[in-house]
């Protein structure tokens, strides 16, 4: 069964950068991509960008552009965000999701990574 | 850029009952990038619709989505204690990726 499984929650402070790992199983890694979304505590889902795990392309939404990069090690199936210049407006569950190239939705989910930035 | 508008932002309703949630877009979206997600306190959205009207696997055929251009339903047919939870519109535009409306919640009247 298709799973992502995301790395464990994070507290940072401001300024500082965080990575997030994303580890999928299930499913031919290569033949899809990866989408990060994010949600800050109360609030609603925020997409933050694409990498297709097959060539390493990469979308990323343009509030967020010069702070983040997402990469994918195809030899562990792993995506990876990164988040650099951290904000208390940073802090939010950060979630890895599967995009399949035909139909460009987020159809499978990881369980989410609580990133905190705080002083 | 394409703004979703999600309305009502709150829905009161008993199970059993049908819930109707609408999604409007700013300008006109293909109808293939349409989806609907689920969200419930604490864990991942799941994806429920697809393509405006295509039922993700494994989601019963009580939700059902609906529209073109500008405006998209999702429909629950009849609700069920474990539908409760906040829904969410998503568009894909390859120039600006992922638009979500703001949601709307479904809670128990």
């Known amino acids: 069964q298709v799973q992502l499984v995301q790395s464990g929650a994070e507290v940072k402070k401001p300024g500082a950068s965080v990575k997030v790992s994303c580890k999928a199983s299930g499913y031919t890694f290569t033949s899809y991509g990866i989408s990060w979304v994010r949600q800050a505590p109360g609030q609603g889902l925020e997409w933050m960008g694409w990498i297709s795990a097959y060539n390493g392309n990469t979308n990323y939404a343009q509030k967020l552009q010069g702070r983040v990069t997402m990469t994918t090690d195809t030899s562990t199936s792993t995506a990876y965000m990164e988040l650099r210049s951290l904000r208390s407006d940073d802090t939010a569950v950060y979630y890895c999701?599967?995009?399949?190239?035909?139909?460009?939705?987020?159809?499978?989910w990881g369980q989410g990574t609580l990133v905190t930035v705080s002083s | 850029e394409i703004v979703l508008t999600q309305s009502p932002g709150t829905l009161s309703l008993s199970p059993g009952e049908r819930a109707t949630l609408s999604c409007r877009a700013s300008q006109s979206v293909s109808s293939s990038y349409l989806a609907w997600y689920q969200q419930k306190p604490g864990q991942a959205p799941r994806l429920l619709i697809y393509?405006?009207?295509s039922r993700a696997t494994g989601i019963p055929d009580r939700f059902s989505g609906s529209g073109s251009g500008t405006d998209f339903t999702l429909t629950i047919s009849r609700l069920e204690p474990e539908d409760f939870a906040v829904y969410y519109c998503q568009q894909y535009g390859s120039s600006t990726g992922f638009t979500f409306g703001p949601g709307t919640k479904v809670d128990i009247k």
């Open positions: 393509g405006a009207s």
């Open positions: 999701a599967r995009v399949p190239r035909s139909i460009v939705v987020a159809d499978y």
